[in-house]
C-alpha cells in the first residue's frame, strides 16, 4: 500500500497564570484601562505531509514500511524562562522534517527480528527573541564582545530534545515446553539515540548537550496454559550505561558563585540522571 497524506491541527491559545514577570495584566491607574497582555499567548498551528509505504513480501515473511513526512508549525508555543519565571509564548516558526522505517523479517516459524530507523531535521525557520544563554542578562559587556546578549536568534538551531538519529534492533524467540500447556518467550532489543540537546529551554546552550547512546534490554518469560499466568525475568540497561535524561540550570547559580566567569554564558548544570542497570522478576495472573 503507497499513500499520500496532509493533515492540519492546532493547540489552542493561552495565558500563563502563574506568578512572575511580566504580571498576568497591567492596568493604567489613571484610566483603568488594560495596557499589557504580555502574558498571553496565541495559538500554534501545523501542516503535516505525509508519504508513506506499507509492504510485505515472501509470503509474509518480511514486512516494511516507511513514511516520509514534513511538520511545519507556525506560532510554535515555547516554555522559555525569562529570568524570573518559565512562562509559554510563541516563539516563531519550527521545522520538523525526515523519515521513519521499521520491519518485520520471520526467518523461523517462531522467530522474529525487528528493526526500527528514524532521522529527524529539526530547524526553528524563524526565532528571533529566543531566550539568550544564561548570565548575558547580567553581564550584557562582556556578552556583546562575544556576540551573545540577553536574547538570541536560534533560526536554524534544532529544537530540545530532537536527536537526528533513532532506532531500535532485536528479536522475539517463542516455542511451547510441551508439559502442561506450557510455553516461553525470549526476547531483546538495543534501542539507540544520537546526541541532542537537552536543555528545559530552546536557547542551543552546548553545555546542554546529551551524548548519543545506547541501551540494552532483555526479557525471559514462561507462560501457563491458556496464558492464564505467566512469570518473567527482565533487565534493563544490562550494559549499565550512564546516560543524561535531561539537563536544568541550577537556580540562583550567580548568588550561590556558581557561573564560570570566563566563558561568557556558561552556568552551573544540574545533569539527570536515567536509571542504571535493572533487574527483576514479574509475575501475571489473568481471570
Not at 97 to 115: C, H, I, M, T, Y
Amino acid at each position: 500500500m503507497v499513500f499520500a497524506n496532509h493533515s492540519t491541527g492546532y493547540k489552542s491559545s493561552g495565558y500563563n497564570s502563574g506568578g512572575g514577570s511580566p504580571a498576568l495584566s497591567q492596568i493604567d491607574p489613571a484610566t483603568g484601562n488594560l495596557i499589557s497582555t504580555q502574558r498571553v499567548y496565541g495559538q500554534e498551528t501545523v501542516n503535516n505531509y505525509e508519504l508513506g509505504a506499507r509492504t510485505n513480501w515472501l509470503d509474509g515473511a518480511l514486512t516494511t514500511n516507511l513514511t516520509l513526512y514534513r511538520m511545519d508549525i507556525a506560532g510554535y508555543q515555547d516554555r522559555a524562562f525569562d529570568g524570573t519565571s518559565f512562562t509559554v509564548r510563541n516563539a516563531g516558526n519550527l521545522r520538523h522534517q525526515g523519515f521513519e522505517f521499521d520491519g518485520v523479517a520471520k526467518p523461523l516459524r517462531n522467530l522474529s527480528l525487528f528493526a526500527s530507523l528514524a532521522y529527524l531535521d529539526s530547524e526553528f525557520t524563524e526565532y528571533d527573541n529566543a531566550a539568550g544563554l544564561p548570565g548575558c542578562a547580567a553581564n550584557p559587556v562582556v556578552c556583546t564582545s562575544v556576540g551573545l546578549g540577553s536574547t538570541q536568534n536560534l533560526k536554524g538551531k534544532p529544537a530540545t530534545f530532537a536527536p537526528k538519529w533513532t532506532g531500535r534492533i532485536g528479536f522475539d524467540w517463542a516455542g511451547d515446553i510441551g508439559w502442561h500447556g506450557l510455553s516461553w518467550d525470549i526476547n531483546s532489543n538495543l534501542s539507540f539515540v544520537s546526541k541532542q540537546f537537552g536543555g528545559l529551554v530552546n536557547d542551543a546552550n552546548p553545555q546542554t548537550v546529551i551524548d548519543g547512546y545506547a541501551l540494552l534490554g532483555a526479557r525471559a518469560t514462561i507462560n501457563g496454559a491458556n496464558d492464564r499466568w505467566s512469570v518473567s525475568l527482565f533487565g534493563n540497561n544490562l550494559l549499565n550505561k550512564q546516560y543524561e535524561a535531561g539537563n536544568l540550570y541550577q537556580f540562583l547559580e550567580a548568588s550561590l558563585g556558581l557561573r564560570n566567569g570566563v566563558f561568557p554564558g556558561s552556568t552551573a548544570v544540574r545533569r539527570l540522571h536515567a536509571d542504571p542497570r535493572t533487574y527483576g522478576l514479574s509475575a501475571t495472573f489473568r481471570y
